[in-house]
């Protein structure tokens, strides 16, 4: 739903159904776990896309620190997060 309502330009609520789902994944699966972390990733592009690019950017580098030191550098989350900096 949260991608629909991207499409839609209903960021307010896309933005609530990613922090949801993060916020449910951290609490059941762990701050590091690869499947939080991808949440988290889909929270900051969320940020990205309502112009909160100071929030969009503080995730982000945690994401990216987190990424490193549990999955590695080379890991695709850990890749794609290096990717994603310039969008931010």
């Excluded at 762990?30 to 503080?58: I, K, N």
């Amino acid at each position: 739903m949260a991608v629909v309502y991207s499409g839609q330009e209903r960021g307010d609520e896309a933005e609530k159904i990613h922090r949801d789902v993060f916020e449910t994944r951290k609490t059941r699966l762990g701050h590091d776990h690869p499947d939080t972390l991808q949440s988290m990733g889909c929270l900051v592009l969320a940020y990205g896309e309502q112009g909160r690019s100071e929030d969009a950017e503080r995730l982000q580098a945690q994401l990216l620190d987190t990424s490193k030191k549990k999955l590695g550098e080379d890991h695709h989350i850990t890749l794609r997060t290096m990717a994603s900096l310039e969008f931010i």
